[in-house]
């Protein structure tokens, strides 16, 4: 068993928070354990939560339509998200249970060494870039952390609310794709 493995065993376990509670599922992530490139969401919503994988159902296909723009798969990322376990109704998860997580998400980090962090989502984005970061201003922008390059993308889900950030997010996509491509 890797440790990636055996931190997921740990994880399956977490009772360190209220949201063990209701979860369906601990969604841990998923993807190779030496990806160079890992996208970070907020927290699984429901058909994460009943499948236990991130990235799932309408959200989950328009984040693979967007990897296959730039000539990437779910086999060449590795996918999760800040807190492992579904707020109630898809709400943004507390302070309180992100710092719970927190543990297993820079475990993950840690472990999988990825160059590139892409943050999907204002949320996710506030916890590694900065925490006053603005999505609809700074989404696209490269940043180093921790000697990682890491970029903000806008969350599928808000894609999917408001396709009118389609462009813009294909601009971002290009930039991410020129990165990769340098690695």
């Given amino acids: 068993m890797t440790k990636l493995e055996e931190l997921r065993e740990q994880c399956l376990n977490c009772?360190?928070?209220?949201?063990?509670?209701?979860?369906t599922n601990v969604v841990f992530g998923v993807g190779p354990e030496k990806a160079k490139v890992m996208f970070i969401g907020e927290g699984?919503?429901?058909?994460?939560?009943?499948?236990?994988e991130p990235f799932v159902g309408?959200?989950?296909?328009?984040?693979?339509?967007?990897l296959e723009l730039i000539e990437l798969d779910r086999s060449k990322v590795y996918i999760a998200n800040m807190v492992k376990c579904r707020p109630p109704k898809n709400r943004d998860p507390l302070p309180s249970e992100q710092a719970a997580c927190e543990q297993w998400l820079t475990?993950?980090?840690?472990?999988?060494?990825p160059r590139?962090?892409?943050c999907l989502g204002r949320i996710s984005a506030q916890r590694f870039i900065k925490p006053d970061f603005k999505i609809t201003r700074e989404h696209g922008q490269w940043f180093e952390k921790d000697g990682?390059?890491?970029?903000?993308?806008?969350?599928?889900a808000a894609l999917l609310?408001?396709?009118?950030?389609?462009?813009?997010?294909?601009?971002?996509l290009k930039r991410l794709q020129l990165a990769i491509s340098k690695l």
């Fill in 161 to 172: 609310r408001d396709p009118n950030k389609r462009p813009e997010t294909f601009d971002d």
């Fill in 107 to 113: 475990k993950q980090i840690e472990l999988i060494g």
């Fill in 15 to 23: 009772r360190d928070c209220g949201l063990c509670e209701t979860r």
């Fill in 58 to 66: 309408r959200g989950g296909k328009l984040l693979d339509d967007m």
């Fill in 148 to 156: 990682r390059r890491v970029m903000a993308l806008y969350h599928p």
């Fill in 44 to 52: 699984p919503g429901e058909n994460e939560d009943l499948q236990g």
């Fill in 116 to 118: 590139i962090i892409v």
